[in-house]
């Protein structure tokens, strides 16, 4: 009888594949957010890209005046991307101050998830060795009382069938 196989000589599980709730925000939804929060910025970005945009056609087409006007949009519309960046810093500090508490709290909560989850499948995996090993103890003992009774047969079997027996009977006879 051959031993059992090891159940921990198999890969090792991921316990976290494919969870879902170990990852509260996509980058998708962390977009958005930051868009509705401060939705002049991205409208400054585009101002200034549509006035530089427009400054590059200005220039090719040789109109130096309307390539002047449009790099003073240009310059306007950075400083409304950078006063909106400075006006929503000021506004939203104490939200992303929360932000980074909340996140925190959330980071400790799956790390806890985590190390019990870890836990959980270090006991499982705990049950299943021990249950092996009770396997292999059981078909060992079985093949040592095999063994025994086999080697017991055979002394019995010499023992009774031997030339010492027939031996020591006969000298049995003749005294008795």
């Known amino acids: 009888m051959e031993e059992p196989p090891n159940p921990l000589s ?8 494919g969870n879902k709730d170990f990852y509260e925000e996509s980058r998708w939804k962390k ?10 910025i991205p409208i ?9 945009w427009n400054a590059t056609k200005s220039i090719r087409r040789g109109d130096s005046y ?24 000021f506004y939203y500090n104490s939200d992303r101050i929360l932000r980074k508490e909340y996140d925190k709290v ?15 499948e ?9 249950e092996w090993r009770g396997k292999v103890e059981k078909v060992r003992e079985k093949q040592k009382q095999e063994v ?22 006969e000298i049995r006879d003749k005294v008795g």
């Open 44 to 52: 400054g970005c585009a101002a200034t890209s549509w006035a530089l």
């Open 148 to 169: 025994e009774e086999r080697q017991a047969k055979e002394i019995r079997n010499q023992t009774e069938g031997g030339p010492i027996t027939r031996a020591v009977k």
């Open 122 to 130: 270090l006991e499982a995996r705990d049950m299943e060795e021990k």
């Open 106 to 120: 959330v980071q400790e909560r799956k790390a806890q998830e985590k190390r019990n989850a870890w836990i959980r």
């Open 10 to 17: 198999r890969d090792m599980p991921s316990s976290f594949a």
């Open 66 to 89: 309307n390539a002047q006007k449009m790099f003073r949009m240009r310059l306007y519309a950075q400083f409304f991307t950078v006063v909106a960046m400075l006006a929503g810093s």
């Open 31 to 40: 977009f958005t957010r930051r868009l509705t929060e401060e939705p002049l």
